[in-house]
């Protein structure tokens, strides 16, 4: 599915910045003109259990266990939804990028964003959890499974929330769809998002070319072709030679959430006291952005600012463990939730553990986990030394969060 477009949007720019330009430039009717739906939400089956996710299957029902007798203790904190979809609309015929988003007609929407955003605005706290598009996970109201990808229906949301809910225990409060038009639209609006980069990199198949190390700038459209990257490569300057990243779909839900701070920062800093700049960030969330029936302006105002004093730096990143593997000929993902620390995460998400206590993420070692890479980044926020050792083949196994951007304070 090499045309699949990776969506991962500044969510904050809705609540904070979308937020607060409605209260200040919109009034209530044109801010209500948006797409909405109606989802299971919490508020809307307040006798709804969790299962305790990571024990063993009902062998009835082949779902998690519901053990009645555990009670959420963090009663402030809301789960959202994300998807992107992809529609193909705003893609300019003449952009060097056009080749990479293809033809669009007659294939729908599609998406492989898909996270749970959580937040407490009594705390300030946020987190983020993405569920790799390949998990082989049981469709909710079904007997089968399949990637839990193929839930997704943009305007109906539910058979999706049902099945974050039978596999993962996490109830959904909130929904809120985006499609890559809104991306591309949010990210020129701010006037682009700056990310530095040790070595050049490219992926042919998204057209991504980044020549030269150092600060760059993205726009919308090149912005789009960065988090899509599914042969992300960097220079090996040593070697004169191109390596891929070995985490393959992870390293890009890494740059995605990497990009995603990026943006949040830049699009609170510059929306604050200009008007120009929040009425385009307004437009375009209500032209391309779908939210459940139960946001309401009100409660988008009310996060807002709440929120208002977040550091987007302190909002922890959490991802789906699993292992791939082949079931009847598709390459999936298994979720591997019996580990500790994915157990502890997924209490965060649950309710069962407060946000502002939230563990970091630890990946569990796997059999096939490849050796240290020369990547030029990873989660440590300096740059590794280069090793004499080359990068191993993409192992579909390993937990390794990829290549990602280097910390450098003066390109923000």
Excluded at 41 to 50: H, N, R, V, Y
Excluded at 118 to 144: E, M
Excluded at 259 to 288: E, H, M, T, W
């Amino acid at each position: 599915m090499s045309q699949r477009l990776v969506l991962t949007m500044n969510i904050f720019v809705i609540f904070a910045c979308f937020g607060t330009a409605i209260g200040i430039y919109y009034s209530n009717e044109k801010a209500n003109d948006r797409k909405v739906v109606d989802i299971f939400g919490s508020e809307g089956i307040p006798t709804l259990t969790l299962p305790t996710v990571g024990e063993p299957l009902d062998p009835t029902t082949g779902l998690p266990v519901i053990d009645n007798s555990l009670m959420p203790v963090d009663l402030t904190a809301k789960n959202i939804l994300i998807t992107g979809s992809d529609n193909g609309a705003c893609v300019d015929p003449n952009s060097p990028y056009a080749d990479a988003f293809g033809d669009r007609s007659g294939i729908g929407e599609r998406s492989d964003t898909i996270m749970i955003l959580r937040l407490d605005p009594t705390t300030n706290a946020a987190a983020i959890l993405s569920f790799p598009r390949d998990l082989w996970v049981r469709i909710g109201g079904r007997t089968t499974k399949s990637r839990i990808n193929s839930a997704f229906n943009r305007d109906d949301p539910n058979e999706l929330i049902l099945t974050i809910f039978d596999n993962f225990g996490l109830v959904v409060d909130h929904y809120i769809n985006v499609d890559f038009c809104a991306f591309k639209e949010i990210v020129d609006a701010i006037g682009g998002v700056r990310v530095p980069f040790a070595t050049p990199v490219r992926d042919k198949k998204s057209k991504l070319l980044i020549e030269t190390a150092g600060c760059h700038t993205f726009g919308g459209e090149e912005g789009l072709a960065y988090v899509r990257s599914r042969h992300f490569y960097y220079y090996k300057a040593s070697t004169k030679t191109w390596s891929e990243d070995p985490a393959a779909d992870r390293g890009r839900i890494s740059r995605q959430q990497d990009f995603l701070r990026r943006a949040i920062q830049k699009a609170l800093d510059k929306s604050v006291g200009n008007p120009r700049i929040a009425k385009n960030l307004v437009d375009a969330g209500l032209q391309y952005v779908i939210t459940d029936s139960g946001l309401t302006v009100g409660k988008i105002l009310d996060i807002a600012t709440g929120m208002k004093n977040l550091d987007p730096s302190t909002m922890q990143t959490y991802q789906i463990e699993g292992k791939g593997t082949l079931i009847a000929g598709q390459a999936v993902i298994e979720p591997a939730l019996n580990g500790e620390n994915m157990k502890a995460v997924l209490a965060v998400f649950q309710g069962r553990a407060r946000l502002v206590d939230a563990p970091d993420q630890i990946f569990a070692p796997t059999t096939t986990k490849p050796p240290a890479t020369t990547a030029p980044s990873n989660t440590q926020t300096t740059i590794k030394p280069a090793v004499t050792t080359t990068l191993p083949p993409v192992y579909v196994e390993s937990n390794s969060v990829g290549v990602l951007p280097p910390d450098d304070p003066s390109c923000r």
